[in-house]
C-alpha cells in the first residue's frame, strides 16, 4: 500500500468506506464538549494507533495530516524558530520540486541570507537545464 495518494495509492474497498463512513459521521474538531468533537478525538487517537502499530513506533509521535506538503510546512514553521545559522537540510532527487528549489535558486526573502538558516543542495539534487544552479 502506497502512502501518497497524488502518486497513486491503492485504496482497497474497506478502506474507501469507512474513509467515507469518516467523512459523513466524524469531521469535526477533535477539541471540543459535543458529540462529533469527542467522535473525532477517538478516530484520531485509533488512527495514530493503528499507524503506530503498522511500523512499530509509539503514537504519540505519529502526526497525521492531510498530505505531505502541509505537513512538510507545518515541521518548517514549528522548526523555524529552532534553527540558526549552521543548521542545514538535506534534500535528494527524490523530494519533490517545492522541497528542493529553496535550495537551488537564491531565497526570495528580504532578509540577508547570513541571518536566517542556510538551504543546501547535494551535487545533483537540482534537474539539470532547470534553470537553477
Known amino acids: 500500500m502506497h502512502f501518497d495518494a497524488p502518486t497513486g495509492m491503492l485504496i482497497p ?3 474507501a468506506t469507512t474513509v467515507s463512513t469518516a467523512f459523513r459521521g466524524s469531521l469535526a474538531t477533535a477539541s471540543g464538549p459535543h458529540p462529533a468533537a469527542r467522535r473525532s478525538a ?17 503514537p504519540a509521535g505519529v502526526v497525521l495530516g492531510p498530505d505531505r506538503a502541509v505537513l512538510l510546512n507545518a515541521l518548517a514553521d514549528a522548526a523555524s524558530s529552532r534553527v540558526s545559522l549552521g543548521y ?13 528549489a529553496p535550495g537551488c535558486a537564491p531565497p526570495t526573502a528580504t532578509a540577508p ?20 544552479t
Open 13 to 15: 474497498d474497506s478502506v
Open 42 to 58: 477517538a478516530v484520531l487517537v485509533a488512527a495514530r494507533q493503528a499507524v503506530a502499530d503498522l511500523v512499530g513506533g509509539d
Open 113 to 132: 541570507s547570513s541571518n536566517g538558516p542556510r538551504w543546501t543542495s547535494r551535487p545533483g539534487s537540482c534537474r539539470a537545464g532547470s534553470g537553477r
Open 88 to 100: 542545514e537540510t538535506v534534500v535528494s532527487r527524490l523530494d519533490d520540486e517545492a522541497n528542493i
